[in-house]
């Protein structure tokens, strides 16, 4: 009987695969104004005096008929600006009362149809929200391996996905949980390739974890891909299961919805690349 070190963290658990027995590894978990003009005229009246002489009172005429010029050249000229400005002002309303303000009158907008329901094309190519553990992560068919003999596989820590690659293309990506850094229990960083250790499922009795259809890329079964965790009796641990896509949440391995890690385990092939950053 040979035993073989696999799992989802650092401890060991035994796991019967193909006959076989295995040892698995632990899970985490922003004025107008108007002015008037005031005319006033200056009268002066003459009045000759019996002691004066006809020189004063040529000069005193004389001074009267400039004042009264001068008052009458005033006034003339205040009565010229107050005309003026009624005019303008007259001007200006009759102006004022020929402009009317122009009115859009906005026109009835017919508002589309709509239909709630996504069409083919919007669905396609995108992941499934809100995230389902159960289900693909992808709401379309897994790609055909076959015709990407040069697939590999891009795992992203920071934004928990698994990229399924050819060249710079993605032909699929897949919800994830990587391993806990702040905890000191991270996924390693790296290239690695697909080994040949895989199994349905494991349990490890020291972490009380396990997983469905795990598949080893790191240490011949000690870092994984497999399912979200389960308990002794294959039920699936809710609380872990919902971390997926969101969090760092494993003791190292990668964790994979339900689907997901089944397709996986069943198609990627032997010595497929794996980057992880």
């Known amino acids: 009987m040979n035993l073989k070190s696999v799992g989802i963290g ?17 899970f985490a978990g922003n004025e107008h104004a108007s002015n008037a003009a005031n005319s006033s005229s200056i009268s002066t009246a ?8 006809v020189t ?53 907008v017919e508002k589309p149809k709509v239909d709630p329901t996504p069409t083919a094309a919007e669905t396609a190519n995108k992941l499934r929200v809100p995230i389902n553990w159960r289900l693909s992560s992808e709401n379309k068919p897994y790609p055909d391996v076959n015709k990407y003999p040069n697939l590999w596989i891009h795992v992203s820590i920071a934004q928990q996905r698994v990229f399924l690659m050819t060249g710079n293309t993605v032909l699929y990506t897949m919800y994830c949980s990587t391993g806990m850094d702040r905890i000191g229990a991270g996924t390693p960083r790296g290239t690695f390739h697909i080994q040949k250790e895989r199994g349905l499922s494991f349990y490890n009795p020291t972490a009380q974890g396990g997983a469905y259809n795990w598949t080893s890329f790191h240490n011949h079964g000690e870092y994984l891909f497999h399912s979200v965790p389960i308990y002794k009796n294959g039920q699936y641990i809710l609380s872990e299961a919902a971390k997926l896509g969101k969090q760092e949440a494993s003791h190292g391995c990668i964790r994979l919805s339900v689907p997901d890690a089944k397709w996986f385990h069943d198609t990627i092939k032997y010595n497929t690349k794996v980057v992880i950053d």
């Open 10 to 26: 650092a401890a060991v658990a035994v796991v019967i695969v193909g006959g076989g027995m295995l040892a698995g590894t632990a």
């Open 46 to 53: 003459a009045k000759s005096s019996s002691s004066a002489t």
């Open 56 to 108: 004063s009172a040529s000069a005193e005429s004389s001074s009267s008929t400039k004042a009264d010029d001068t008052a009458s050249s005033s006034s003339s000229a205040t009565k010229t600006s107050s005309s003026a400005t009624a005019k303008a002002s007259s001007s200006t309303k009759a102006n004022d009362s020929t402009k009317s303000p122009k009115k859009d009158t906005p026109k009835p």
